[in-house]
């Protein structure tokens, strides 16, 4: 199992903490790279956390209003899980019926290629 760790991104010298807002993800379910996981408010600005791997959302550190500073874990990402994600995905997954195109007939009337192919393949 790969984890990759999400932490909060580097804050102006001059702010000292950061408030969490809402996570747009779960714990569990599938993320993509940069794909934004959460906003963080500072008293100046609010921030996107992107996801910095694809994966699945393993854990989360610090929930919805908690209050955190510069470089400071998160949530985790399981990276190895995509395949998990996607074998899950895939059965559900049913095929679009394939069309088969009737072509359109020579208007050189057989003096082209076209009309021999299709009589020798038919």
């Known amino acids: 199992m790969a984890i990759v760790e999400v932490k909060v991104p580097q804050l102006s010298e001059s702010i000292a903490e950061a408030t969490m807002m809402t996570w747009k993800k779960k714990a569990g379910e599938?993320?993509?790279?940069?794909?934004?996981?959460?906003?963080?408010?500072?008293?100046k600005v609010v921030?996107?956390?992107?996801?910095?791997?694809?994966g699945v959302l393993a854990e989360i550190v610090q929930g919805d209003g908690a209050t955190v500073t510069t470089e400071q874990l998160i949530a985790k990402i399981d990276t190895d899980a995509v395949a998990g994600v996607l074998q899950l995905l895939?059965?559900?997954?049913?095929?679009?019926?394939?069309?088969?195109?009737?072509?359109?007939?020579?208007?050189?009337?057989?003096?082209?290629?076209?009309?021999?192919?299709?009589?020798?393949?038919?």
Do not use: F, K, N, Y
């Open 30 to 43: 599938a993320v993509a790279v940069d794909e934004i996981l959460i906003e963080i408010e500072t008293d």
């Open 90 to 122: 895939l059965p559900s997954l049913h095929p679009l019926p394939l069309l088969r195109l009737q072509p359109r007939r020579c208007r050189q009337q057989g003096r082209c290629g076209h009309a021999r192919r299709r009589q020798a393949a038919g």
């Open 47 to 54: 921030l996107e956390v992107p996801a910095p791997a694809a």
